[in-house]
């Protein structure tokens, strides 16, 4: 069973940028990948998404022209670069495989000053 590590979070002041990593433990580039995020006290969301060839990307509508979706399926990776951070943006951020329950432990993103 693949295994998924999400790393890159942090603190980040408000309209700064993080780049979020997933790492693979096996081949997915026959997968869709998505990014989740929960923030405390939600119900965790779907942030993005990119199927296996990179030929199609969803981001959540709201969070369009901020965050983006890629990955490297020769790396077995898969990121989620976030700009112009917003407080709201404070959560745990998870990738995961699309149709397994497979997911990583998540990262913790807080933006504040």
């Known amino acids: 069973q693949v295994q998924l590590v999400e790393s890159g979070g942090g603190l980040v002041q408000p309209g700064g940028s993080l780049r979020l990593s997933c790492a693979a433990s096996g081949s997915i580039s026959g997968y869709i990948m998505a990014w989740y995020r929960q923030a405390q006290g939600k119900q965790r969301e779907i942030v993005a998404s990119?199927?296996?060839?990179?030929?199609?990307?969803y981001v959540d509508a709201l969070l369009k022209g901020r965050f983006t979706i890629s990955r490297d399926n020769a790396k077995n990776m898969v990121y989620l670069q976030m700009n112009s951070l917003k407080s709201e943006d404070t959560a745990v951020y998870y990738c995961?495989?699309?149709?397994?329950?497979?997911w990583g432990q998540g990262t913790q993103v807080t933006v504040s000053s």
């Open positions: 990119i199927s296996g060839g990179s030929n199609t990307a």
């Open positions: 995961k495989i699309a149709g397994l329950n497979t």
